[in-house]
């Protein structure tokens, strides 16, 4: 099972700074704890920010650490490339409505001077079958696909983010030629209603940065 941690530092308490730090520490325990991807998506920074963010992320991934990981963490930019090459990420996620998949790889492979060495890792946040066949289509290593469950905002008190696809959707997005990952509303607990409709895995903020992230793996990984 593939997991997907994505980021979102305004969630913890404090300052910038703290928030900073903190962010760092649960970069640090997904690492430790084999979560396949991070996704680095502090969409409110300036490009200046996020590249010192993105540096120290990409530092704090590739750490020695005493216990070794089962897995490679690979640390993924939302939606920009150049911040992506520039931070030595591991690759990007993008948007529905970003360049294209195979743009991105043509970026890439210039910027790594036509090597082929290092090639980009790609997501793509998808909301229907039709953006998961696109994505598949043009090359992307996996999709996300949300909100599969009911989402609930923190910041709207308690109202639902938007309408649910469903698993049914779910079911009919994980028969495309790519891997598909569950996102919106996802837990331990329906986790494995995900798996049964054919997902490769989960993606989630919440959770994995509300909780201790070696018991959410435990939990979903048995």
């Known amino acids: ?9 305004t969630q913890f308490p404090g300052n910038e700074n703290a928030c900073r730090r903190a962010l760092l520490e649960k970069i640090a325990e997904a690492a430790t704890c084999g979560i396949d991807f991070i996704q680095l998506r502090e ?52 948007r529905s409505q970003d360049i294209s998949p195979r743009d991105v790889r043509a970026i890439w492979a210039r910027s790594a001077g036509g090597s082929g060495k290092n090639s980009a890792v790609i997501g793509v946040s998808c909301h229907s079958v039709a953006d998961v066949a696109q994505a598949a289509a043009e090359g ?13 905002s923190a910041e709207s008190k308690g109202a639902v983010e938007a309408h649910p696809a469903g698993l049914d959707a779910l079911r009919e997005a994980c028969l495309q ?20 409709a054919g997902a490769a895995g989960m993606a989630g903020i919440r959770l994995f940065q509300n909780n201790d992230i070696a018991e959410v793996v435990r939990r979903l990984r048995g």
């Open 177 to 196: 030629k790519i891997p598909v990952l569950a996102l919106g509303g996802v837990t331990a607990e329906n986790a494995g209603a995900c798996l049964e």
């Open 43 to 94: 969409k409110d920074l300036s490009t200046r920010d996020l590249e010192v963010l993105a540096h120290a992320a990409v530092e704090t991934v590739r750490r020695p650490r005493a216990e070794k990981p089962q897995r490679t963490t690979r640390l993924l930019i939302n939606s920009r490339t150049d911040v992506a090459i520039a931070s030595g990420a591991d690759g990007v996620h993008l």
């Open 140 to 152: 992307a290593d996996f999709a996300v696909f949300a909100p599969v469950f009911e989402k609930v």
């Open 1 to 9: 099972m593939l997991l997907y941690y994505i980021t979102d530092r």
